[in-house]
């Protein structure tokens, strides 16, 4: 149960590192489009440290202009996350990435939606030929040999 905790390290804090984020195109990263979420990522400068992505949310008030529909949207969209990063972000990567999150709806959108967004969102940043878990993805089950076929 531990793979699905999303402690403090997690989350993008530095305000360079969001400067850069938005402000600096660098070669490596980019941005995607699924309704209702916008995800811009870039690589990280500096040391190579631990988790190999880094994220932030952000729910515009110009968007949501209750605070109440803007804190549900920011769970809404963390929990996402949280239930999708073990299974979509490869952790013994060597590659780190600096994430993004923005809300782009003009109201709140359910969490099976939100949930589908950040899955398409994980699936365009980490394709699923750059990770190890591509059985997973691809809802596969493990291949076993049949009983007559070891024989």
Known sequence: MRQYRLPKKH???????????FHNPTEGGGSALAYPLRAVWAP??????HPPVKFLISIPKKRLH???DRVLMRRRVR??????????VP?????????AFIYVADKP?????????VKRLLKK???????????????KAPQ????DETL
């Open 44 to 49: 990280r400068t500096g040391a190579h440290c």
């Open 79 to 88: 929990e996402a996350y949280r239930l999708q990063r073990p299974v979509l």
């Open 125 to 139: 940043i980490f394709p699923p030929e750059s990770t190890g878990h591509s059985d997973i993805r691809n809802n």
């Open 66 to 68: 209750h605070a109440v």
């Open 11 to 21: 989350r993008l804090c530095s305000q360079t590192a969001i400067d850069h984020l």
């Open 144 to 147: 076993t040999p049949r009983h």
């Open 91 to 99: 952790e013994d990567t060597d590659k780190t990435i600096d994430l």
């Open 109 to 117: 959108e359910s969490h099976t939606r939100v949930a589908s967004a």
